[in-house]
């Protein structure tokens, strides 16, 4: 079947930003990134796409997380027309690990540095796939939303968990 994967963000003000994407049978690719406002009601689309539904909205700017290859991402901030700067990249072994936070001065989020993995299989007779285990360490950032050098706030180790796709 066909499905809508939705995340949207509030303003003080009330515009809404919005991440959606057509969900088809296990396929999902990019989101449509848009807003409205009560001011001004009706859809505004803007010219670029994101990785996921993940969205954040403050200051008359987005934040959100966009494909760059199919093994690159980047974190950005645009503004209402759809110019988007960079905040943050990642490429193996570095991953943005889960979801972000932004609110119009400061921007944060979260790494993961993958430094080894294996693959973990039971024994014949256990009816458990094999799963693949990574260890690493996650860290956490904030960075000023006009640009500089990302902070690091934390470092947090992982020890041979379950990989996360």
């Given at each position: 079947g066909i499905d809508v994967d939705l995340?949207?963000?509030?303003?003080?003000?009330?515009?809404?930003?919005?991440?959606?994407r057509v969900v088809a049978i296990a396929q999902a690719g990019p989101t449509t990134i848009?807003?409205?406002s009560p001011s001004a009601p009706r859809v505004h689309v803007l010219p670029l796409h994101g990785s996921d539904t993940g969205i954040r909205i403050a200051g008359d700017r987005i934040a959100l997380?966009?494909?760059?290859?199919?093994?690159?991402?980047?974190?950005v901030v645009a503004d209402l027309?759809?110019?988007a700067r960079p905040v943050a990249r990642f490429a193996?072994?570095?991953?943005?690990?889960?979801?972000?936070?932004?609110?119009?001065?400061?921007?944060?989020?979260a790494s993961d540095r993958v430094t080894s993995t294996r693959v973990d299989c039971?024994?014949?007779?256990?009816?458990?796939?094999?799963v693949r285990r990574e260890t690493g360490v996650t860290s956490i950032w904030i960075r000023s939303a006009a640009g500089g050098v990302p902070r690091l706030i934390a470092r947090l180790p992982f020890d041979d968990t379950i990989a996360r796709p």
């Open positions: 995340g949207f963000a509030l303003q003080r003000d009330g515009k809404v930003a919005v991440s959606y848009a807003w409205f997380a966009r494909y760059v290859t199919r093994s690159a991402s980047v974190l027309a759809g110019r193996s072994p570095v991953r943005l690990r889960g979801r972000f936070d932004f609110d119009g001065r400061q921007i944060t989020w039971p024994p014949p007779g256990q009816e458990r796939p094999c």
